[in-house]
């Protein structure tokens, strides 16, 4: 099996409402970067009085297009999939402006507790601030004036990630969990990769119809789609194991192996994404480390075994 079929043709029209469903908008801020592809998507969903989801990042011109858009209908409810800073900030505007209620898993929190000595590299790309008015859970429904949507706890790229079922559509709007142009990160100690997988099941045991992601256009082929995602992940953690296997001990000769096609530019997060799979792989007890696992850590085959 090959790695996932990767769509990066995305025209972002920045500033305009572009339909993207039935009784659905979608609207990209200008924040385009390696982390964020053309930038953050936020929806419309709705017709006379409708949800955002994602307002996004602190960004006047996000915050001026996005009421053009709303061009005067009531907002009821700002839904945020996670609290970094490219989708949640923009919320406390928006619902200053609208009186719309925040609906979230809850505010940002790490998969698990920093380890001694251990800095988050994510403290700066986090929404700390972020306080939803409905904390949602698993299988909560928000009804709407046409629209209701269902949280969907998807932990794994953060602790408090949640996609949203849009009822009656098949469309689930994805955020950063499931995207078509590339994988999610998944770094501790904000992410978990073991959360990430049970995730992934999850959605791929929801047979959804369409995916509407946090960047990037939708996933046609979810179910696909995301099980050749897993093998990718698979074959990630088998190549570790590999390097781990004949000898290298810590991160930063894994990454050099395994990432030697990745823009260097990008091998501070891959590191990282070695560091959850190592995280996952110590809990399963495949290798051994001293201590708990971190960046510079030395790691080794399990000796049981
Ligand atoms: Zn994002």
Same mark, same amino acid.
């Given at each position: 099996?090959?790695?996932?079929?990767?769509?990066?043709?995305?025209?972002?029209?920045?500033?305009?409402?572009?339909?993207?469903?039935?009784?659905?908008?979608?609207?990209?801020?200008?924040?385009?970067?390696?982390?964020?592809?053309?930038?953050?998507?936020?929806?419309?969903?709705?017709?006379?009085?409708?949800?955002?989801?994602?307002?996004?990042?602190?960004?006047?011109?996000?915050?001026?297009?996005?009421?053009? &858009?709303?061009?005067?209908? !009531?907002? #009821?409810? =700002?839904?945020? %999939?996670?609290? $970094?800073?490219?989708?949640?900030?923009? /919320?406390?505007?928006?619902?200053?402006?609208?009186?719309?209620?925040?609906?979230?898993?809850?505010?940002?929190?790490?998969?698990?507790?920093?380890?001694?000595?251990?800095?988050?590299?994510?403290?700066?790309?986090?929404?700390?601030?972020?306080?939803?008015?409905?904390?949602?859970?698993?299988?909560?429904?928000?009804?709407?004036?046409?629209?209701?949507?269902?949280?969907?706890?998807?932990?794994?790229?953060?602790?408090?990630? &949640?996609?949203?079922?849009? !009822?009656? #559509?098949? =469309?689930?709007? %994805?955020?950063? $969990?499931?995207?078509?142009?590339?994988? /999610?990160?998944?770094?501790?100690?904000?992410?978990?990769?073991?959360?990430?997988?049970?995730?992934?099941?999850?959605?791929?045991?929801?047979?959804?119809?369409?995916?509407?992601?946090?960047?990037?256009?939708?996933?046609?082929?979810?179910?696909?789609?995301?099980?050749?995602?897993?093998?990718?992940?698979?074959?990630?953690?088998?190549?570790?194991?590999?390097?781990?296997?004949?000898?290298?001990?810590?991160?930063?000769?894994?990454?050099?192996?395994?990432?030697?096609? #990745?823009?260097?530019?990008?091998?501070?997060?891959?590191?990282?994404?070695?560091?959850?799979?190592?995280?996952?792989?110590?809990?399963?007890?495949?290798?051994?480390?001293?201590?708990?696992?971190?960046?510079?850590?030395?790691?080794?085959?399990?000796?049981?075994?």
């Amino acid at each position: 099996m090959a790695s996932p079929e990767f769509n990066l043709a995305f025209e972002p029209s920045y500033g305009q409402a572009v339909p993207v469903a039935p009784g659905v908008q979608r609207i990209t801020v200008h924040n385009p970067s390696a982390f964020t592809f053309h930038g953050t998507n936020s929806y419309i969903v709705g017709h006379g009085s409708v949800a955002v989801i994602d307002p996004g990042p602190e960004d006047e011109g996000h915050f001026q297009a996005l009421t053009a &858009a709303l061009a005067g209908r !009531e907002v #009821t409810h =700002i839904f945020v %999939s996670h609290t $970094h800073r490219d989708h949640s900030p923009l /919320s406390r505007r928006v619902q200053a402006a609208t009186g719309a209620q925040i609906v979230a898993q809850g505010p940002h929190r790490a998969a698990r507790p920093l380890h001694q000595g251990e800095i988050n590299p994510f403290a700066e790309s986090s929404d700390l601030d972020f306080r939803p008015d409905i904390a949602i859970e698993d299988g909560d429904t928000i009804e709407g004036d046409g629209w209701s949507l269902t949280g969907v706890l998807t932990p794994g790229h953060t602790a408090n990630h &949640a996609a949203f079922a849009l !009822e009656g #559509t098949g =469309i689930l709007f %994805s955020g950063d $969990h499931v995207m078509g142009w590339a994988t /999610s990160i998944v770094a501790p100690p904000d992410g978990s990769m073991s959360d990430y997988m049970t995730s992934l099941d999850k959605l791929i045991e929801r047979h959804d119809r369409i995916l509407l992601p946090g960047h990037g256009g939708p996933v046609r082929k979810p179910i696909s789609f995301m099980r050749a995602l897993k093998t990718h992940r698979r074959m990630r953690e088998r190549a570790l194991l590999d390097r781990i296997h004949a000898g290298d001990r810590n991160i930063a000769d894994m990454v050099k192996v395994i990432y030697r096609e #990745t823009d260097p530019r990008l091998h501070g997060a891959a590191a990282l994404s070695v560091l959850a799979h190592i995280e996952d792989l110590v809990e399963r007890g495949e290798i051994e480390t001293d201590g708990p696992p971190a960046l510079l850590g030395s790691y080794r085959p399990a000796t049981r075994r």
